[in-house]
Structure formats: C-alpha cells, structure tokens
T-cell receptor
Framework: GAGVSQTPSNKVTEKGKYVELRCDPI?????LYWYRQSLGQGPEFLIY????????DSGLPNDRFFAVRPEGSVSTLKIQRTERGDSAVYLC?????????????FGPGTRLTVL | AQKVTQAQTEISVVEKEDVTLDCVYE???????LFWYKQPPSGELVFLIR??????QNEISGRYSWNFQKSTSSFNFTITASQVVDSAVYFC??????????????FGAGTQVVVTP
C-alpha cells in the first residue's frame, strides 16, 4: 500500500515569505506527527495530531509555525515570515493510533531552504 | 535536556564485521518504549525495532539484535555480519507515556555507520 507522502520534496523560498508543506498519511492512520531535522541532528518533534485536533503542539518553535489537519487525514504545516534558521528537512509520520508504542511510518520529507 | 544520547558519531567497518551502536536514555517513567530507526542516504526513516520497558529479554531478528539493560538505561543495537546496504544513520528514540503527548518520539543525534566492501 501507499506510504506517507510529502509535497513538495524541495522548497526554496526567500526570507520573509510564507510556505506550506503538505503531508498525506497512510490511509486509516489516526495519528500524524511533524518533526524537523537539521543537518547532522536527529528529528525534533514539532506537533502531533490525533484525528483533527492537535494533541500536542509544544514543539512548535514560535507562533510563525502553525499546522492543521481539518478532516483528520491530510495535514499542512504553515510557516509565516520564514527565516534562514527555518531551513531544515521537515518530516511527517503517521501511526495507526497515537499511543507511544505504535510504530511511526515516516515520509521522505520536505527540504526547506530559506535564502 | 537530551533524553537520548548516542555518543558514537560515526562508525566505520569492513563488510562482514559486526557493528554495535550505543544508546543511553533518561526517563522517570516506569513504562516507556524504545525504538531504533534507520535513515539510509535516500533520507526516509525506516522502523527497525521496538522494545517496551517491562520486557528486558534480549532478542535477535535476522542480522539485528539488541541488548536492553534498565539498570544502566542502555538500549544497544547490533548488526551482525554487516553489509554495504547497512550504511546509514541509525537513530535511537524514546517514547514516554507520562508526558502530555506520549505518542511523540524523542530521538538521539544518530550514529553514522559506514560499511566498506
């Protein structure tokens, strides 16, 4: 079956611009996660959805970052007024349910470059 | 504070050698879950193994094995008879039920494994 997909695979933008990153989870997975991975580092948690609601957004670095999952499937991560420090690979993952023992399936990521 | 520590930045081996990756974690929970993920050059994280805190039995799955020791908070991972396709970055991760969102994974910094022919 289809895995987690993310679009675009690469995004280059200028400082100050607005960007949207999309994630399509595995069908039937109720939990969806966003992580950010900087070069040479492990993925860093951003936000977690259980269904349509954000169960935990404690990892969002500031109010320029926002994510939605209006129908409990596709999610969009939105970054306003991008800064050079936002450059990273943004990873999306989904799991059957939101409990911590569930295996998370990761997408290929979106590489964001802010010039 | 870093909850998962992978002290080895890079390990280089020759094919067929065994590789052991170290992982030390920190948690106050009595129930928690530990994971190993592989990130090949293509970039997509791949789940390898999962272990819960109340089962310290060490296991082998194909060429993979793991050594979970609660007394030292370590969850080490071994690849036996390494192959070139094992070249990747390996991440150890922790999930804690007591946190507000226990679905999230907390990752270590990763260990780069390089297997040469």
């Amino acid at each position: 079956g289809a895995g987690v997909s993310q679009t675009p695979s690469n995004k280059v933008t200028e400082k100050g611009k607005y960007v949207e990153l999309r994630c399509d989870p595995i069908s039937g997975h109720t939990a969806l996660y966003w992580y950010r991975q900087s070069l040479g580092q492990g993925p860093e948690f951003l936000i977690y959805f259980q269904g349509t609601g954000a169960a935990d957004d404690s990892g969002l670095p500031n109010d320029r970052f926002f994510a939605v999952r209006p129908e409990g499937s596709v999610s969009t991560l939105k970054i306003q007024r991008t800064e050079r420090g936002d450059s990273a690979v943004y990873l999306c993952a989904s799991s059957l349910m939101g409990q911590g023992y569930n295996e998370q399936f990761f997408g290929p990521g979106t590489r964001l470059t802010v010039l | 504070a870093q909850k998962v520590t992978q002290a080895q930045t890079e390990i280089s081996v020759v094919e067929k050698e065994d590789v052991t990756l170290d992982c030390v974690y920190e948690t106050r929970d009595t129930t928690y879950y530990l994971f190993w993920y592989k990130q090949p050059p293509s970039g997509e994280l791949v789940f390898l193994i999962r272990r819960n805190s109340f089962d310290e039995q060490n296991e082998i799955s194909g060429r993979y094995s793991w050594n979970f020791q609660k007394s030292t908070s370590s969850f080490n991972f071994t690849i036996t008879a390494s192959q070139v396709v094992d070249s990747a970055v390996y991440f150890c991760a922790l999930s804690e039920p007591s946190t507000d969102s226990w679905g999230k994974l907390q990752f270590g910094a990763g260990t780069q494994v390089v297997v040469t022919p």
